[in-house]
């Protein structure tokens, strides 16, 4: 029986050593998996975390004429301001990454831009109208473009949002990813898309020409073209509201139709002050008439 007992260990160190040596293997092979697991979600990540580019546009100041003294700082006020709209634009850009459709960036953010730098361009003008000659054209110079920097995306017009590219139904759900359940039944919860798919409402603003001080007969038709240009912006802001039902997110509404149009309202209703203003007394805070609502 002693002599049993050398064979009976050597088995048992063999049978140990084998249970240890597939242990080892499996481990290699869980670690090897989750390697290439963690590898494919970094690249996920740093591919849904991809710079969106940048908002570029075309320099104003390079293309102004001589500008009179009385006008200078007004002009460098607004030149300061274009600046600032493309700042702006370019944060939204970015807080913004994987929202919206196909054509979100245009819309919510490089339309609106658009609107704006027509406006304070148009005040760059007619600053240096007033003791000048004003400057015509420079309108050309308020559209702007994204500048994706080589992003592997093809979409300029998409903003670099690659990360909504293929998620069928995802309609700009960022937190739907992966889950292609049709949108989410229509945005259910998206409050600011007035209804999504429900009636979408209409946009109402607060009525201008009743608010005008005595109108000097020279400043007559100018006063009443950009009466007419306030209910062509509510038009087609309307029209936009039709269009873009199920768009982007909870403010879609607010940030791409109701606050561009706010935008458009301060400067037409500043034109009408203004052109008051040069044979009378200048109208003071018209501006509280600019912003509008959504009535469902």
Do not use: H, W
């Amino acid at each position: 029986m002693s002599r049993a007992l050398p064979k009976y260990n050597k088995r048992r160190v063999v049978v140990i050593g084998a249970a240890a040596a597939l242990a080892l293997t499996g481990a290699v092979v869980v670690n090897s998996a989750l390697a290439g697991e963690s590898k494919s979600s970094g690249a996920t990540n740093a591919q849904t975390l991809a710079s969106p580019g940048t908002i570029a546009c075309p320099d104003v100041a390079s293309q102004l004429p001589a500008i009179p003294a009385t006008a200078q700082a007004e002009v460098d006020r607004n030149l300061a301001l274009l600046q600032t709209q493309i700042a702006e634009a370019n944060k939204r850009l970015v807080d913004t990454v994987g929202q919206g459709g196909a054509n979100f960036v245009q819309n919510a953010i490089l339309g609106p831009l658009k609107d704006k730098r027509v406006s304070t361009i148009d005040r760059i003008a007619i600053s240096i109208g007033r003791k000048g000659t004003k400057p015509q054209g420079l309108d050309a110079l308020a559209g702007c473009a994204l500048n994706t920097g080589g992003a592997a995306n093809g979409n300029a017009g998409n903003a670099g949002n690659a990360g909504n590219a293929g998620n069928a139904g995802n309609a700009g759900n960022n937190a739907n990813t992966g889950n292609n359940n049709a949108g989410n039944a229509g945005n259910a919860g998206n409050a600011g898309n007035a209804g999504n798919a429900g009636a979408v409402g209409t946009i109402t603003c607060p009525d201008v020409a009743s608010q005008l001080p005595a109108i000097p007969a020279t400043a007559q038709a100018e006063v009443d073209r950009n009466l007419a240009l306030l209910q062509t912006q509510i038009n087609e802001a309307n029209t936009r509201l039709q269009n873009t039902v199920g768009q982007g997110g909870a403010n879609f509404v607010q940030n791409a139709i109701l606050g561009p149009l706010k935008d458009k309202r301060v400067s037409t209703i500043d034109r009408i002050a203004i052109s008051i203003g040069r044979k009378g007394t200048k109208p003071q805070g018209l501006d509280a008439l600019a912003a509008c609502t959504l009535n469902k």
